[in-house]
Nanobody, 123 residues
Framework: QVQLVESGGGLVQAGGSLRLSCAAS????????MGWFRQGPGKEREFVAA????????AYADSVKGRFTLSRDNAKNTVYLQMNSLRPEDTALYYC????????????????WGQGTQVTVSS
């Protein structure tokens, strides 16, 4: 069983920055791609970004490209999502997840999820 714990969320003004962290409980973390998703009020969970096991590849939703950067430190079993130039529409509960297999963009491809961290961007 892998446990994922997100942190770093909070309230920020539009244009501000936050860095989210996702810490994994087990060493096998370094063998798997990881992803971030978000779910705003009344919306479906949507893909934000993903990173391969060795950080050699990343993918981003069009809505966050150029503003968000995903990285990982396998020695610390941690993934980081740096979010800059935040907008009110970025307000959501942000989840990290471990890829079980398949398409990076689909929530169904991920087999372990954290509890989420709230990001609220005020205008």
């Amino acid at each position: 069983q892998v446990q994922l714990v997100e942190s770093g969320g909070g309230l920020v003004q539009a244009g501000g920055s936050l860095r989210l962290s996702c810490a994994a409980s087990k060493g096998t973390f370094s063998s798997h791609a990881m992803g971030w998703f978000r779910q705003g009020p009344g919306k479906e969970r949507e893909f934000v970004a993903a990173i391969s096991w060795n950080a050699g590849s990343t993918a981003y939703a069009d809505s966050v490209k150029g503003r968000f950067t995903l990285s990982r430190d396998n020695a610390k079993n941690t993934v980081y999502l740096q979010m800059n130039s935040l907008r009110p529409e970025d307000t959501a509960l942000y989840y990290c997840a471990k890829l079980g297999g398949g398409n990076w963009y689909r929530p169904s491809s991920y087999d372990y999820w954290g509890q989420g961290t709230q990001v609220t961007v005020s205008s």
